[in-house]
């Protein structure tokens, strides 16, 4: 497609269980980054990756949060018994380097 | 450490008249610039950035916004705004001499544009 691809778009779940979250970045570009944004409030860096270089995870709040991308194609951001703090909006992003951002619509995570 | 400040929360302004959105920021190095809206249950879109070159900057939907280097303040402005730019708006930085790809945002601004 022609933009930044999350899925699933809207995700309910109970407290304590794993969620994994996706997002498809633009073909070709080498960035991508994960953002959460609670309600009501900005976005706060979670991961970023570059082409094949490592990660930097030092926005990732806590050991349940994981992230993996393969090259430079989809990215999966992985919860781990969530908590009901872990409700949020995370957003992704993709960019050639030094470009500006392009964002998906957001998976909207509540937790029950 | 780099920062981005948006000091309010919300600006109300009227149909027609010109609107601004304020931000700040603080980086060790060079920045580079950047405004995004976000409507109701969508991603951010970019709406302009700053790099170098010319100070004033013009971007989608008639938007436009001035680097100040002397007062790191990077403000978004439109001369007649329109209800349909009623949005969350947030700066965006990141400094290019840090070595680091992080982009830090502000808090966001909501705009409310009364008809």
């Known amino acids: 497609g022609a933009g930044v691809s999350q899925s699933p778009s809207n995700k309910v779940t109970e407290k304590g269980k794993d969620v994994e979250l996706r997002c498809d970045p633009i073909?070709?570009?080498?960035?991508l980054y994960w953002y959460r944004q609670r309600l009501g409030q900005g976005l706060e860096f979670l991961i970023y990756f570059q082409g094949n270089s490592a990660p930097d995870k030092s926005g990732l709040p806590s050991d349940r949060f994981s992230a993996e991308r393969t090259g430079e194609s989809v990215s999966t951001l992985t919860i781990q018994r969530t908590q009901q703090e872990d409700s949020a909006v995370y957003l992704c992003a993709s960019s050639l380097e030094r470009q500006p951002q392009h964002f998906g619509d957001g998976t909207r995570l509540s937790i029950l | 450490a780099q920062s981005v400040a948006q000091p309010e929360d919300q600006v109300n302004v009227a149909e027609g008249n010109p609107l601004t959105v304020k931000c700040t920021y603080s980086v060790s190095g060079n920045p580079y610039l950047f405004w995004y809206v976000q409507y109701p249950n969508r991603g951010l879109q970019f709406l302009l950035k700053?790099?170098?070159?010319?100070?004033l900057v013009k971007g989608s939907y008639g938007f436009e916004a001035e680097f100040n280097k002397s007062q790191t303040s990077f403000h978004l402005k439109k001369p007649s705004a329109l209800v349909s730019d009623s949005a969350l708006y947030f700066c965006a930085v990141r400094d290019i001499g840090s070595g680091t790809y992080k982009y830090i945002f502000g808090t966001g601004t909501r705009l409310k544009v009364l008809a």
């Open positions: 073909s070709g570009h080498t960035a």
């Open positions: 700053y790099i170098t070159g010319d100070n």
